[in-house]
């Protein structure tokens, strides 16, 4: 079984900046992409950002030039550095990574969601 635990969410005024962290945990052989998506109520789930495991990132084209995604190998964690926050980027914030587990099986891991809120 392999697990993500999300941190980072909250409330931020509009220009400020929040940096969310997502930590894999479990029986892990190796992590392929992990990376970030956002679902705004009455919305499709949204591309924020993923990182593959030989460090190649790709954005969705409202976060391009504003968010930045990190990752550290050892630690089986991403970082979601967001700058320059809009009220737009309000919403919950799902983890997802593609983990390969002891036993074999490949997951498809979401986290639990952590809200994040742009808001004068």
């Known amino acids: 079984q392999v697990q993500l635990v999300e941190s980072g969410g909250g409330l931020v005024q509009p220009g400020g900046s929040l940096r969310l962290s997502c930590a894999a945990s479990g029986s892990i052989v190796s992590i392929n992409a992990m990376g970030w998506y956002r679902r705004v109520p009455g919305k499709e789930r949204e591309l924020v950002a993923v990182i593959t495991s030989d460090g190649v990132t790709n954005y969705g084209d409202s976060v391009k030039g504003r968010f930045s995604l990190s990752r550290d190998n050892a630690k089986n964690t991403v970082y979601l550095q967001m700058n320059s926050l809009k009220a737009e980027d309000t919403a919950v914030y799902y983890c997802?990574?593609?983990?390969?587990?002891?036993?074999?099986?490949?997951?498809?891991?979401w986290g639990q969601g952590t809200q994040v809120a742009v808001s004068s």
């Open positions: 997802n990574a593609l983990i390969r587990a002891v036993n074999g099986i490949l997951y498809d891991g």
